[in-house]
């Protein structure tokens, strides 16, 4: 059979197996996922790759619906990055390279498989948005072979390792609202096609660091480092009724402690801190503020002698040693979300300390927006964005002062502390 697959009865011929390579070939892969379509579906079956058309200007067209149906059949479907994926290919059979070979490798490759055309309408068709239809399917076919070639290392079923890709889809999903009058102020975006539709503009997470932890820059705005000024963030705006902000107290001391076994007070952890600091039951502004910055150098830089005789000090210095050793030992530790943290060079024992923390953060938060997620189901109120210690939420008052009583509920369980804001604008 010729590996371009442009009609149903070709379809047919194909028989499912249990494992497969997919790579979904958007019109133009620079778009964000929800404002892009399918032009191609590459698929090989351990024997044989193909081309299955879906629109391309060089063949007839299968469905997608079709395409996806057979997809659903095979038992392990492995492609790089699951989350891109989902958004074409909803189906719970695929497993995301991207993480084995984190697991794998210890780092996170992007293979540079592209042809000469491929890199040609880069140059001059970049932000055309049907690029992948024009680049011819021969070429198509010659990258993503290359592509499956390198990747049969990465072709394993981990259980342990915990799926994000679900959950930190449900987030970009719902989008953030903006005013576009106010963005074009402050930010320089060239293309806001890519990112932006209908006033609405759409995040993206990586999921694919080192430490576990997710980024998100999209469209020319990095969403975890909004600088917090008036400018920056009165462009973001609901689509219900107001922003609603959740901030954790002091996050990682606290599932730090968690994790170690300590139970700590309901009140603010750097209230705590600072009164066995400065010996005293009542704390200054001042004192406050330095309560925290004591605090987070003992975290990441190591306990100092006057605060050893602190129990959650001395309980968290024992465990960095202890984790460090096995770090060393057996080069490398497993972390909270089950990828492999492979022994570098340039990694101190606080550095892999801090990589575990913004892994304990990450499963977490993980959790918290499954919960939630069951919590919004028939709600119009939706999760909009996570920051490293903070949950927003875009309100709709139909749902009631109760819905964020239970959001609050959720967001503090594992004795944890939430304060939250609210606003007309993310300027909270």
């Known amino acids: 059979m010729h590996f371009i697959i442009e009609i149903e009865n070709q379809l047919n011929e194909l028989s499912p197996v249990d494992d497969c390579f997919v790579q979904v070939i958007a019109n133009n892969s620079r778009y964000h996922p929800k404002l892009t379509g399918v032009s191609i579906i590459y698929y090989h079956n351990g024997d044989k790759g193909y081309c299955l058309c879906i629109n391309h ?21 492995y492609v790089y990055d699951k989350k891109y994926h989902s958004y074409f290919i909803d189906s719970s059979n695929l497993v995301d390279l991207y993480i084995n070979q984190l697991n794998i490798d210890g780092v996170h490759n992007k293979f540079d498989c592209d042809t000469t055309i491929h890199k ?34 990465y072709m394993v079923r981990n259980q342990q390792i915990i799926d994000l890709s679900n959950a ?11 005013d576009l009058e106010k963005l074009d102020k402050v930010y320089s975006i060239q293309n806001k096609d890519l990112s932006i539709k209908n006033s609405v503009a759409y995040t993206s997470y990586n999921l694919y660091n080192t430490t576990g932890r997710p980024t998100n820059s999209f469209g020319g705005i990095n969403y975890l480092a909004i600088p917090k000024d008036q400018r920056h963030r009165e462009c973001f705006i609901p689509s219900n009724d107001y922003l609603v902000e959740f901030d ?11 994790h170690l076994g300590l139970e700590l007070p309901k009140e603010s952890l750097h209230e705590f801190f600072g009164k066995q600091y400065f010996k005293k039951d009542h704390l200054t502004p001042e004192e406050y503020k330095e309560s925290k910055e004591i605090t987070f150098r003992q975290l990441y830089g190591g306990v100092q002698d006057n605060y050893k005789h602190i129990e959650f000090f001395s309980k968290m210095q024992k465990f960095i ?14 972390l909270p979300t089950g990828v492999f943290l492979k022994r570098k060079r340039d990694l101190t024992k606080y550095k892999v300390f801090n990589y575990f923390v913004q892994n304990l953060e990450t499963i977490e938060n993980y959790n918290k927006i499954r919960e ?46 939430v304060k939250h804001k609210y606003s007309k604008t993310y300027n909270l």
Do not use: C, M, W
């Not at 992948?132 to 070639?149: A, C, F, G, V, W």
């Open 248 to 258: 954790f107290d002091a996050y990682h001391p606290r599932l730090i402690a968690k």
């Open 372 to 417: 939630i997620s069951y919590i919004l189901h028939s709600s119009k109120t939706k999760l909009i964005l996570i920051t490293y210690d903070s949950f927003l939420f875009d309100f709709s008052i139909e749902d009631g002062k109760d819905l964020l009583s239970k959001i609050k509920l959720t967001l503090e369980s594992n004795d944890l502390i």
């Open 168 to 178: 930190y889809k449900l987030i970009e999903d719902s989008g953030i609202k903006i």
């Open 321 to 334: 040693d202890d984790l460090y050793f096995t770090y060393l030992e057996n080069s490398g530790i497993l």
């Open 120 to 153: 040609h309408h880069e140059q001059v068709n970049s932000d055309k948005e049907d690029i992948n239809q024009i680049i011819p399917i021969s070429k198509h076919y010659e990258k993503y072979e290359k592509l499956r070639d390198l990747s049969t290392k």
């Open 57 to 77: 200007s060089e063949s007839f067209s299968i469905s997608l619906e079709k395409v996806i149906n057979f997809i659903s059949l095979h038992k392990t479907v």
